[in-house]
């Protein structure tokens, strides 16, 4: 299986990617009927918001060490902290769809103003970023999953990584300050 994926990584990127992408799209759409998951209460539903700026701010520190960690060429802890960082982005994936499945998206409560000028072109990168990111992030793990370290040298993981985890740590931060729009300002 290792050498299968190893021999065909833009292949599996590409068709991880889609999926990834199709399942967001098709949650946010409407697509995926709220009788196929398990009920959550309205006090569970409120925390998930909580949980997600939790985990996206503590996703901000583990790359942010995983870089430090690789420049420093510790790779056992950089390949660590990243894969720390990718369950962290796939508990929030998990638990920010719940909750659109269940609850639908959170109105802006602040000013209209506000909401024209700062929170839907920061929500709009932030989105973009996201997006951008999970092709980024499925070639940089699958090649470093697929191979022993010494190899990695010679793949385009160094750059495809230095790109996703640039891109990755805004998105996340965008999404800390769309949560504080939405959750603490207003």
């Not at 021999?7 to 590409?14: F, I, K, R, S």
């Not at 602040?110 to 973009?128: D, E, K, M, Q, S």
């Not at 499925?138 to 470093?144: D, I, Q, R």
Request: with cysteine.
């Amino acid at each position: 299986m290792e050498l299968r994926a190893r021999n065909h990584v833009p292949a599996a990127t590409a068709a991880l990617s889609a999926v990834s992408l199709a399942l967001v799209f098709g949650t946010v759409l409407g697509y995926v009927p709220e009788s196929s998951l398990p009920p959550a209460s309205e006090r569970t539903l409120a925390a998930i918001p909580h949980l997600n700026a939790v985990l996206s701010t503590t996703a901000i520190g583990t790359i942010l060490l995983g870089v430090r960690a690789i420049r420093r060429g510790d790779v056992s802890r950089h390949r660590t902290l990243m894969l720390t960082t990718l369950a962290l982005f796939a508990a929030f994936l998990v638990c920010y769809l719940y909750r659109i499945a269940l609850a639908g998206t959170a109105e802006f409560p602040g000013p209209a103003a506000v909401y024209r000028f700062v929170y839907l072109p920061t929500l709009a990168v932030h989105i973009l970023l996201a997006i951008v990111c999970i092709p980024l992030v499925n070639y940089a793990v699958l090649l470093a999953v697929t191979r022993p370290v010494s190899e990695i040298y010679q793949t385009r993981h160094r750059t495809v990584g230095r790109i996703a985890a640039s891109l990755w740590l805004v998105s996340f931060a965008l999404g800390d300050v769309v949560y504080a729009m939405l959750y603490v300002v207003y």
